[in-house]
């Protein structure tokens, strides 16, 4: 009976881990014209994304597809091909070489941050701070994340801004929410 008991309580379990990820699934934002799976990884789900792949390219350069695989949870603010092009000519195949391996480290761990922070708990944050709130990077450095027309910013340390344009795309190791612009450390 005991095993019976534990055999029904184990399905049970099982069930409502899939009625949740097809849940998920179905209210999980699109990316790059691509589904985004609650039960991938990030570099899973960004990998399918038409409008991210130089951002899997750097990562895949500077070494840090495991690291964004792995358990997390991480926030990561993913910027789009059109983010990368609006940085000076040259400037990202140039921190795609090897010898700028530890610049491109610096500047995409600058875009993730420990932990799950959704757009509602980053909205909150920043209205209890009085429209802003700060972050602490994997990289160490500060962002400040700003409310302003209608909008979730992300404010890097030189004081450049991009916009989330989706938010709260769920992966197996936290969120991901896409912004319009590549962030600067210091």
Request: charged share 15%; with cysteine.
């Amino acid at each position: 009976m005991y095993n019976s008991i534990r055999r029904l309580a184990i399905a049970s379990c099982i069930a409502a881990v899939f009625a949740t990820a097809s849940v998920s699934a179905a209210t999980n934002p699109t990316v790059g014209g691509a589904a985004m799976y609650p039960t991938k990884t990030i570099v899973e789900n960004a990998s399918a994304a038409k409008n991210l792949s130089t951002l899997v390219a750097a990562v895949k350069a500077a070494g840090l597809v495991d690291t964004l695989s792995g358990t997390g949870p991480f926030t990561v603010f993913a910027p789009t091909n059109d983010a990368f092009a609006k940085l000076p000519k040259g400037t990202v195949d140039t921190l795609l070489k090897p010898e700028n391996k530890v610049k491109l480290t610096q500047i995409l761990t600058y875009h993730v941050v420990p932990g799950t922070h959704t757009a509602a708990q980053l909205t909150a944050a920043a209205k209890k701070g009085g429209e802003s709130s700060m972050l602490t990077t994997v990289e160490g450095e500060k962002l400040t994340v700003k409310l302003a027309d209608g909008k979730v910013w992300v404010v890097d340390a030189k004081g450049g801004k991009a916009a989330v344009t989706t938010a709260d795309v769920g992966q197996s190791n936290g969120v991901v929410h896409v912004i319009d612009g590549v962030l600067m450390p210091k």
